[in-house]
């Protein structure tokens, strides 16, 4: 048998070499009046360098692939669609090449009225606008992901099985899922989920502006519709995990705000923020308090953007901070760019745990 990623490879000649040739049709293939297919490639590499990350202590340095991913999607009709991604992420890093690939999107979507659709399949918890948008269109090198805390072995990279209903009325944007989560188990500290019940993980936003309709929200836009929304986000599961105390609810809460204004003369200023908050049973290091922020104004092809994280852990010396100061070049919008940053974090006793410094510059083709 190939190995994953000549198997990966193999797939994406094959489906390429179907493709019309012009270049107006970037990788869509119409096959009927309603139906089409997409396939689209993601690559990120990306070059880090880490403060005291050598063996003897000096500047260390890291080339790897940090998203490898094949994007097949399309309509059967109007109505009916689908949605399928893979990932090989942190190819290289480290030196290490044994990643495996696997499924990191996979479901169907069915729109039964104007604008509301039920999804099925291997669906993103919708809890946050920051963990609902794409990696392929974010505004900064990479997401806030120390601030997304989702229970403990429960689905794989913020994802899990089950079936979601999302749409809008008016400017209200929803987004509400049952999902497999935390199956029942008995463990040394107790049965974890005894009634094995699902999850739930819903998500409500308010437009004030233009509306948001993509599947997978976007970090910047580049157009020139003013975009401020708000939103909400709850995800709860009874008896979902275990510590050493005992058996717990998992709950997640989140809010957040995001502002895309063009302001002419092809500049924007970029502005979201995002709190969230977790309860997985108080000597768990996964429970407590944090947020993020980042802010970046578009100078036609160059942004200068900050931004932040901070968690304060319900376990006394697990907190964390963050201060990411970076600069980007859009050469072609998110298809092929150039993302910089230096991140500047603590974590553990902030008042006493040294200071690391990373930094990253990440290359995105997408097309």
């Known amino acids: 048998m190939r190995p994953a990623p000549l198997r990966l490879l193999s797939l994406l000649a094959a489906l390429v070499a179907l493709l019309p040739a012009g270049p107006a049709v970037a990788g869509k293939i119409t096959l009927g009046e309603e139906a089409f297919l997409n396939v689209n490639v993601l690559l990120q590499p990306q070059l880090q360098l880490i403060k005291d990350g050598a063996p003897v202590g000096s500047v260390g340095t890291d080339l790897y692939l940090r998203r490898v991913r094949l994007l097949v999607f399309g309509n059967v009709t109007k109505n009916l669609s689908f949605f399928i991604e893979t990932d090989q992420p942190n190819y290289g890093k480290d030196g290490n090449f044994d990643v495996a690939l696997f499924m990191q999107d996979a479901f169907v979507s069915y729109m039964f009225a104007e604008k509301?659709?039920?999804?099925?399949?291997f669906l993103i918890a919708p809890l946050s606008r920051h963990n609902l948008q794409g990696a392929i269109a974010?505004?900064?090198?990479?997401?806030?992901?120390?601030?997304v805390r989702f229970t403990p072995g429960v689905g794989k990279v913020w994802r899990d099985t089950g079936i979601q209903v999302r749409g809008f009325v008016g400017q209200l944007g929803f987004r509400a899922a049952l999902l497999n989560g935390a199956e029942g188990a008995r463990k040394p500290e107790?049965?974890?989920?005894?009634?094995?019940l699902p999850r739930g993980?819903?998500?409500?936003?308010?437009n004030f502006l233009t509306r948001?309709?993509?599947l997978f929200f976007q970090g910047i836009y580049f157009d020139d519709k003013p975009r401020f929304s708000v939103g909400v986000g709850a995800d709860y599961q009874p008896s979902a995990v275990a510590t050493a105390s005992g058996i717990h609810d998992s709950l997640g809460l989140a809010t957040d705000v995001f502002v895309d204004l063009p302001l002419g003369n092809d500049q924007a200023v970029v502005f979201q923020t995002g709190v969230f908050h977790y309860s997985q049973g108080l000597d768990n290091p996964q429970s407590g308090t944090g947020f993020f922020s980042e802010v970046g104004w578009r100078i036609g092809k160059l942004q200068p953007?900050?931004?932040?994280?901070?968690?304060?852990?319900?376990?006394?010396?697990?907190d964390l901070l963050a201060l990411k100061p970076g600069f980007n070049l859009w050469f072609q919008a998110h298809t092929f760019n150039l993302k910089t940053e230096v991140a500047f974090s603590r974590t553990g006793d902030l008042s006493e745990a040294d200071t690391g410094i990373t930094g990253t510059a990440q290359l995105q083709y997408f097309y």
């Open 116 to 121: 509301i659709w039920v999804d099925a399949g």
């Open 138 to 147: 974010l505004n900064t090198v990479d997401y806030h992901s120390n601030l």
């Open 190 to 196: 107790g049965t974890v989920n005894p009634d094995d």
């Open 201 to 206: 993980v819903a998500h409500v936003r308010w």
């Open 212 to 214: 948001e309709e993509d």
């Open 305 to 318: 953007l900050l931004s932040g994280e901070y968690f304060n852990s319900r376990v006394a010396n697990q």
